[in-house]
C-alpha cells in the first residue's frame, strides 16, 4: 500500500511540474514573448532576488557563527594546540575579509548591472596594472601564511625530547591498546607474528626491554606537562590517532611506525571545571536526556579518524590527564604484562 | 574507360552520401554513433542519470546522519529487508553508499560526464572541425564508460554490497576481504569498472587533444580559442597523463587482492591469522593514489570553469577580462596540479619535511585561482548583465568556488590540516569547491548550451526554481558542515551518538539533512525540464544567445558535419562584445576586422 501510495505521489509530482510548465509556456504565447528570451522585466526582478540572496547569505553566515562556535572545541589542552589555534585565528581573519569582499562585491555587481534593453556594457578587456596589483597581492599574503604555518609544522614535527614518556598505541579493528614503555622508558620488540589471544601486541618475550612494559586498555592516563611520544602502530588496516582537544593526528600503518608527541597542559579535572566546557556539557547532557541516557561527564577522547571498517564510528578510547602524582599512583597499579602472564599460567 | 571509371566513382559518392542522409539505421545514428554530439547527448544523458542515482544515495545517509536510529520506510523500500531492516539503514550499506556516492559523482558525473558532454560538443563546434579526429574512437570512449558505470551500479546487485571502503579505497582496508563485506566481490567491480573507466578517458582525452591541435580551422589560432576550449585541452592533458598512474595503482591492488603480492600489505594480523606478506606498502598506494587524485579535482573544476567563462562573458555581454591571463592561469593550475598531491598525506606518516614542500605549492596554485575569480568578478563589473539561468549558475559557480578555494587554505597548511584532516572540514571543503562549483558549471552548460544538444529551450521559469533551490541548499548544506568538522567529527562516521562528545551537535546534522533534502527536490525539477524540454520545448533560433563562437553559426539541425558548406574562417578572438563602434553588442569570430581594428582585446 505505502509502495503504491510513494509511485502515485511520485507520478502526481511529475504530472503536477509539467502542467506548471505548460503554463508558463501557454502565458509566454499569449504576451507574445518568446519563452526562453529574458526580459529587461526578468532581469530587473532577478536583480533584487541577488540582492536579496546577498543579504540572506551574510545574515545566514553570522547566525551560524553566533549559533555554532559556542559548540566548538574547548580550548587547547596541550601546549601547541594553544600556538595552533592561534594560527587558526589568524587564517580565519583573512579568509573571512577576503570572502566578504568578495562575495560581496560578486553578488552586488551582479545586481547593480542587470540589462536594459539599450545599454550597452563597458568593454574592457584588461588592465596589465591591476592584474598584477591582485597576483602580487595574494603572494604576498601566501608567504605569510606559508612561512608562519611552516614554522609551526617544524616545531610540532620535531622529534620528541629524549625523556618524553613513551607510549604506543596499537590499533586494530576496532579498538586502541595502549602500551607504556614501563621504568626503562624503552619499549620491547614485539612481532605479528607472535601475536595469540593473550598476547594481543606479539611481544617478544625474550626481549628484556619489554618485560617493564604495561598494557592498558579502554582508558589512558597521561601525566600534566610532560611530553608525552607516541609510536603509533596498527595491526591490520589503516586507522588514525586522532586527539581532537589536543590538536592532534597522525595515522596509524600497518608495517611501520609512525610517531606524534605533545605536552597536556590542562588536566581532566580542571578542564570539567572551565564554564565554557561545564555549558557544553550541560548541552549534551540535555539531548541525552530526551534519548534517555545516562548523563555524561567530560572526558578526553582518542578517536580512530581513517575508515577501517563497519564500526569505525565506535573506535574511541578515553584519555585522562592527572596531575604527575595521580598519573604515578595510576601506573603504580598496573602490572607489567609479562607479570600477569605468568601469574595467569601460573594458576 | 576513363570516363565509365568516373562515372562509376560519381555513382558511388552518390550512393554513400545517401546513405549518410536518409538511410542511416537506427542502430549507427542513436546507438553506435561516431558523431560527436550524439556521443556528447550520451554522456550526458548518462550523467543525469548516474547523478540522479548518486543524489539518491546521499540523501538516504544523511537521513541516517540527522535521525539515527529512526524508521525510513524510504529506507526499506529502496534497500529491502537486507540492507534497511526496518527501516534503519545497515552500517555496512552506509560506508556502501558514501563509497559508491563518492565514486560516481567524482567519475561518472563530473569527470566522464562533465568533460564528455562538453569536450564532444564544444571542441569541434568551437574550432571549427567537422568532427573529432577519431569518431570510432570517441565511441569506443562512450561505451567504456557506459559499460564501467553499469559494473559500478552492479555493486549493489551482489551478496556482499559494493565496495565501502570511502572512495579513495585505501588498502589494506580494500584489499582485504576478511576486513569488510565491502572488500569482497564488490571491491572487484570497483577496480574492474574503475579500469574500464580510465581506459575511456584515455580514449577520450587523447582525441580530444589531437583534435584541438589538429583539426582548428583557418585563422583559428591558439589566442584565439574560446576559454573553454583552452580548459578542455588542459584538462585532457592532465587526464592522459594522470589517469595511467590510477590505473598502476589499481593493478596492483588487484594483484595484492587476487595473487598474493604484498606492493601495499606488510605484517598484517587479521581474522585470526597472520598474513604471509611483508615489505609492501599502504603509503605506496596513497602516493599512486593521489598522483592522479589532486590532478582529477582540477581535470573536474576547470572544464566548469571554462564552460563559466563563456557564459559570463556573453551573458554580461562584456569580454572575459583578461583573456590571457586566464589561459596563463589554467596552464599554471594545470602545471602546479602535478607537484601539490602530497598535501593528502600530510599527516599519514610521510616524511614531514616533504610535506613542508608541498604546503609551499600547494598555496601558490591560490594564486592562478585567486586571479581567475578576480577576472570573473571584473567581467561582470559595468556589464549590460542578462540572467538566464546559466547565467545565474555560472555567477554561482564564482561564489562557491571562492568559498570552497578559501578554506582549502587551511587544509593546504599543514600544521593546520592536523586538526580537521579526514573531518567534516574536508567533506565541507571539497563538496564546495569542487562538487558544487563543478556541478555548477555542468548546469550552467547544460541551459546554455541545450539549444546545440537538442535544438530547444530549457524552460526559463523552472530554470529560476532550479537555480535558487539548488544554490541555496548546497550553501545549507556544506556552509554549516565546516563546523562539525572544527568540532572534530570525523568523517565516514555511521552515527556520532556512540559517545557523548558529539551529542550536541545534532542540530546541525539536521540543518544539513533538511537542506539536503530541499536540494535533491529542486533536481526534481531540473530532471523534469531536462527531459520534457528535449522532446516539448520551444525551437531555437540559430544564435539565441548573441554569441560570437562558431558553434552558432552551424544550421539548428544535426548536420553531420556540423556546417553543409565550407568550413568558417576566424578572423578575431571571440570576446568582441559591446566593442565600441560596432553595430550589435556581439561580433561573431566569422566577422573580417575592419581597417585599423586591433584584434584579441585591443582598443
Known amino acids: 500500500m505505502i509502495k503504491f501510495l510513494v509511485y502515485v505521489a511520485i507520478i502526481l509530482t511529475i504530472v503536477a511540474i509539467g502542467y506548471l510548465a505548460r503554463v508558463f509556456e501557454l502565458a509566454s504565447k499569449l504576451k507574445g514573448t518568446k519563452p526562453h528570451e529574458v526580459s529587461d522585466k526578468d532581469n530587473k526582478f532577478m536583480s533584487k532576488v541577488i540582492l536579496t540572496w546577498l543579504i540572506v547569505f551574510f545574515t545566514f553566515v553570522i547566525w551560524n557563527l553566533k549559533k555554532f562556535v559556542p559548540l566548538m572545541l574547548p580550548e587547547a589542552a596541550s601546549e601547541h594546540g594553544v600556538e595552533m589555534d592561534w594560527l587558526y585565528n589568524f587564517n580565519w581573519a583573512i579568509i573571512f575579509f577576503v570572502f566578504t569582499i568578495t562575495q560581496a562585491l560578486l553578488f552586488f555587481f551582479a545586481y547593480k548591472y542587470y540589462g536594459r534593453k539599450g545599454n550597452v556594457a563597458t568593454y574592457f578587456p584588461h588592465n596589465n596594472k591591476i592584474e598584477m596589483i591582485w597576483t602580487v597581492i595574494p603572494a604576498i599574503v601566501l608567504s605569510v601564511i606559508i612561512i608562519l604555518g611552516l614554522k609551526q609544522w617544524n616545531k610540532i614535527t620535531a622529534p620528541a625530547s629524549d625523556d618524553a614518556i613513551v607510549i604506543q598505541l596499537y590499533a586494530k579493528q576496532f579498538d586502541w591498546t595502549a602500551r607504556y614503555a614501563g621504568k626503562d622508558n624503552q619499549l620491547g620488540e614485539s612481532n605479528y607474528k607472535l601475536i595469540t589471544d593473550v598476547n594481543a601486541l606479539g611481544m617478544d618475550s625474550a626481549d628484556s626491554k619489554g618485560f617493564d612494559d604495561i598494557i592498558v586498555k579502554n582508558e589512558i592516563h597521561i601525566p600534566l606537562n610532560k611530553e608525552i611520544s607516541f609510536k603509533l602502530n596498527s595491526r591490520d588496516v589503516i586507522h588514525s590517532a586522532y586527539f581532537p582537544h589536543f590538536r592532534s593526528q597522525m595515522n596509524c600503518v600497518p608495517g611501520m611506525t609512525t610517531v606524534i608527541h605533545f605536552k597536556p597542559i590542562i588536566t581532566t579535572a580542571q578542564m570539567r571545571e572551565k564554564p565554557e566546557v561545564k555549558r557544553q556539557m550541560a548541552g549534551i547532557n540535555a539531548r541525552r536526556a530526551e534519548r534517555g541516557d545516562k548523563p555524561a561527564e567530560f572526558d578526553y577522547i582518542l578517536l580512530c579518524n581513517k575508515i577501517c571498517g563497519n564500526s569505525h564510528y565506535n573506535m574511541q578510547m578515553t584519555v585522562v590527564v592527572d596531575t604527575e602524582e595521580d598519573y604515578k599512583k595510576w601506573l603504580a597499579s598496573k602490572k607489567p604484562f609479562f607479570d600477569k602472564s605468568i601469574e595467569v599460567a601460573s594458576k | 574507360m576513363s570516363m565509365n571509371n568516373h562515372d562509376q566513382h560519381a555513382q558511388a559518392h552518390n550512393l554513400h552520401e545517401e546513405h549518410h542522409d536518409h538511410e542511416e539505421s537506427f542502430v549507427s545514428k542513436y546507438i553506435f554513433s561516431m558523431d560527436h554530439k550524439t556521443i556528447s547527448r550520451q554522456f550526458l544523458i548518462t550523467?543525469?542519470?548516474?547523478?540522479?542515482?548518486?543524489?539518491?544515495?546521499?540523501?538516504?545517509?544523511?537521513?541516517?546522519?540527522?535521525?539515527?536510529?529512526?524508521?525510513?520506510?524510504?529506507?526499506?523500500?529502496?534497500?529491502?529487508?537486507?540492507?534497511?531492516?526496518?527501516?534503519?539503514?545497515?552500517?555496512?550499506?552506509?560506508?556502501?553508499?558514501?563509497?559508491?556516492?563518492?565514486?560516481?559523482?567524482?567519475?561518472?558525473?563530473?569527470?566522464?560526464?562533465?568533460?564528455?558532454?562538453?569536450?564532444?560538443?564544444?571542441?569541434?563546434?568551437?574550432?571549427?572541425?567537422?568532427?573529432?579526429?577519431?569518431?570510432?574512437?570517441?565511441?569506443?570512449?562512450?561505451?567504456?564508460?557506459?559499460?564501467?558505470?553499469?559494473?559500478?551500479?552492479?555493486?549493489?546487485?551482489?551478496?556482499?554490497?559494493?565496495?565501502?571502503?570511502?572512495?579513495?579505497?585505501?588498502?589494506?582496508?580494500?584489499?582485504?576481504?576478511?576486513?569488510?563485506?565491502?572488500?569482497?566481490?564488490?571491491?572487484?567491480?570497483?577496480?574492474?569498472?574503475?579500469?574500464?573507466?580510465?581506459?575511456?578517458?584515455?580514449?577520450?582525452?587523447?582525441?580530444?587533444?589531437?583534435?584541438?591541435?589538429?583539426?582548428?580551422?583557418?585563422?583559428?589560432?591558439?589566442?584565439?580559442?574560446?576559454?573553454?576550449?583552452?580548459?578542455?585541452?588542459?584538462?585532457?592533458?592532465?587526464?592522459?597523463?594522470?589517469?595511467?598512474?590510477?590505473?598502476?595503482?589499481?593493478?596492483?591492488?588487484?594483484?595484492?587482492?587476487?595473487?598474493?603480492?604484498?606492493?601495499?600489505?606488510?605484517?598484517?594480523?587479521?581474522?585470526?591469522?597472520?598474513?604471509?606478506?611483508?615489505?609492501?606498502?599502504?603509503?605506496?598506494?596513497?602516493?599512486?593514489?593521489?598522483?592522479?587524485?589532486?590532478?582529477?579535482?582540477?581535470?573536474?573544476?576547470?572544464?566548469?570553469?571554462?564552460?563559466?567563462?563563456?557564459?559570463?562573458?556573453?551573458?554580461?555581454?562584456?569580454?572575459?577580462?583578461?583573456?590571457?591571463?586566464?589561459?596563463?592561469?589554467?596552464?599554471?593550475?594545470?602545471?602546479?596540479?602535478?607537484?601539490?598531491?602530497?598535501?593528502?598525506?600530510?599527516?599519514?606518516?610521510?616524511?614531514?619535511?616533504?610535506?613542508?614542500?608541498?604546503?609551499?605549492?600547494?598555496?601558490?596554485?591560490?594564486?592562478?585561482?585567486?586571479?581567475?575569480?578576480?577576472?570573473?568578478?571584473?567581467?561582470?563589473?559595468?556589464?549590460?548583465?542578462?540572467?538566464?539561468?546559466?547565467?545565474?549558475?555560472?555567477?554561482?559557480?564564482?561564489?562557491?568556488?571562492?568559498?570552497?578555494?578559501?578554506?582549502?587554505?587551511?587544509?593546504?597548511?599543514?600544521?593546520?590540516?592536523?586538526?580537521?584532516?579526514?573531518?567534516?572540514?574536508?567533506?565541507?571543503?571539497?563538496?564546495?569547491?569542487?562538487?558544487?562549483?563543478?556541478?555548477?558549471?555542468?548546469?550552467?552548460?547544460?541551459?546554455?548550451?541545450?539549444?546545440?544538444?537538442?535544438?530547444?529551450?530549457?524552460?526559463?521559469?523552472?530554470?529560476?526554481?532550479?537555480?535558487?533551490?539548488?544554490?541555496?541548499?548546497?550553501?545549507?548544506?556544506?556552509?554549516?558542515?565546516?563546523?562539525?568538522?572544527?568540532?572534530?567529527?570525523?568523517?565516514?562516521?555511521?552515527?556520532?551518538?556512540?559517545?557523548?562528545?558529539?551529542?550536541?551537535?545534532?542540530?546541525?546534522?539536521?540543518?544539513?539533512?533538511?537542506?539536503?533534502?530541499?536540494?535533491?527536490?529542486?533536481?526534481?525539477?531540473?530532471?523534469?525540464?531536462?527531459?520534457?524540454?528535449?522532446?516539448?520545448?520551444?525551437?531555437?533560433?540559430?544564435?539565441?544567445?548573441?554569441?560570437?563562437?562558431?558553434?552558432?553559426?552551424?544550421?539548428?539541425?544535426?548536420?553531420?558535419?556540423?556546417?553543409?558548406?565550407?568550413?568558417?574562417?576566424?578572423?578575431?578572438?571571440?570576446?568582441?562584445?559591446?566593442?565600441?563602434?560596432?553595430?550589435?553588442?556581439?561580433?561573431?569570430?566569422?566577422?573580417?576586422?575592419?581597417?585599423?581594428?586591433?584584434?584579441?582585446?585591443?582598443?
Do not use: C
Open chain 2, 47 to 603: 550523467a543525469v542519470i548516474m547523478a540522479f542515482l548518486a543524489m539518491m544515495m546521499s540523501v538516504l545517509f544523511r537521513l541516517q546522519l540527522a535521525w539515527p536510529g529512526e524508521k525510513f520506510a524510504i529506507i526499506n523500500f529502496i534497500l529491502g529487508d537486507k540492507w534497511g531492516k526496518d527501516g534503519i539503514l545497515d552500517p555496512g550499506m552506509y560506508m556502501a553508499l558514501v563509497t559508491i556516492h563518492g565514486t560516481i559523482m567524482v567519475f561518472m558525473v563530473l569527470t566522464g560526464g562533465l568533460s564528455g558532454t562538453f569536450s564532444n560538443l564544444l571542441i569541434p563546434y568551437q574550432i571549427g572541425a567537422r568532427d573529432m579526429a577519431s569518431g570510432f574512437l570517441n565511441m569506443l570512449s562512450y561505451w567504456f564508460f557506459f559499460l564501467s558505470s553499469v559494473i559500478m551500479m552492479a555493486g549493489f546487485f551482489v551478496e556482499t554490497g559494493p565496495a565501502s571502503g570511502g572512495w579513495t579505497v585505501y588498502p589494506p582496508l580494500s584489499a582485504l576481504p576478511q576486513a569488510m563485506d565491502g572488500s569482497k566481490l564488490g571491491m572487484t567491480l570497483w577496480l574492474v569498472s574503475m579500469s574500464l573507466f580510465i581506459i575511456s578517458s584515455l580514449l577520450g582525452g587523447l582525441n580530444y587533444i589531437v583534435t584541438v591541435l589538429n583539426l582548428r580551422t583557418k585563422g583559428m589560432s591558439m589566442t584565439r580559442l574560446p576559454l573553454t576550449i583552452w580548459a578542455f585541452f588542459i584538462t585532457a592533458i592532465l587526464g592522459v597523463l594522470s589517469f595511467p598512474v590510477l590505473f598502476s595503482a589499481a593493478l596492483l591492488l588487484i594483484f595484492d587482492r587476487s595473487f598474493g603480492t604484498s606492493f601495499y600489505l606488510s605484517d598484517i594480523y587479521i581474522g585470526g591469522q597472520a598474513l604471509e606478506q611483508t615489505g609492501g606498502s599502504p603509503i605506496l598506494y596513497l602516493h599512486l593514489f593521489w598522483f592522479l587524485g589532486h590532478p582529477e579535482v582540477y581535470i573536474i573544476i576547470l572544464p566548469a570553469l571554462g564552460l563559466t567563462s563563456e557564459i559570463i562573458s556573453v551573458n554580461a555581454r562584456k569580454p572575459i577580462f583578461g583573456y590571457r591571463a586566464m589561459i596563463g592561469s589554467i596552464i599554471a593550475i594545470g602545471f602546479l596540479s602535478f607537484i601539490v598531491w602530497a598535501h593528502h598525506m600530510y599527516i599519514t606518516g610521510m616524511n614531514p619535511f616533504l610535506g613542508s614542500v608541498f604546503v609551499f605549492t600547494t598555496l601558490l596554485i591560490a594564486i592562478p585561482s585567486a586571479v581567475k575569480a578576480f577576472n570573473y568578478i571584473t567581467t561582470l563589473w559595468k556589464g549590460n548583465i542578462r540572467f538566464t539561468p546559466a547565467m545565474l549558475f555560472a555567477i554561482g559557480l564564482v561564489s562557491t568556488f571562492i568559498s570552497g578555494g578559501l578554506t582549502g587554505i587551511i587544509l593546504a597548511d599543514s600544521t593546520l590540516d592536523i586538526h580537521v584532516h579526514d573531518t567534516y572540514f574536508v567533506v565541507a571543503h571539497f563538496h564546495i569547491v569542487m562538487g558544487v562549483s563543478a556541478i555548477l558549471g555542468m548546469l550552467a552548460g547544460v541551459y546554455h548550451w541545450f539549444p546545440k544538444l537538442f535544438l530547444r529551450h530549457m524552460n526559463k521559469k523552472l530554470g529560476y526554481i532550479h537555480f535558487w533551490g539548488t544554490f541555496i541548499s548546497a550553501y545549507g548544506v556544506f556552509f554549516p558542515m565546516h563546523f562539525l568538522g572544527l568540532a572534530g567529527v570525523p568523517r565516514r562516521y555511521y552515527n556520532n551518538t556512540a559517545f557523548p562528545m558529539f551529542d550536541n551537535l545534532v542540530d546541525i546534522n539536521v540543518l544539513i539533512t533538511i537542506f539536503a533534502i530541499l536540494g535533491a527536490l529542486s533536481q526534481v525539477v531540473f530532471l523534469f525540464n531536462f527531459f520534457y524540454s528535449m522532446f516539448r520545448g520551444p525551437k531555437s533560433e540559430q544564435n539565441p544567445w548573441g554569441s560570437n563562437t562558431l558553434e552558432w553559426t552551424t544550421p539548428m539541425a544535426n548536420t553531420h558535419g556540423n556546417w553543409p558548406g565550407a568550413l568558417p574562417t576566424v578572423y578575431r578572438w571571440p570576446y568582441d562584445y559591446s566593442k565600441p563602434g560596432k553595430e550589435k553588442d556581439f561580433v561573431p569570430q566569422t566577422v573580417p576586422l575592419v581597417d585599423g581594428e586591433t584584434d584579441g582585446g585591443g582598443h
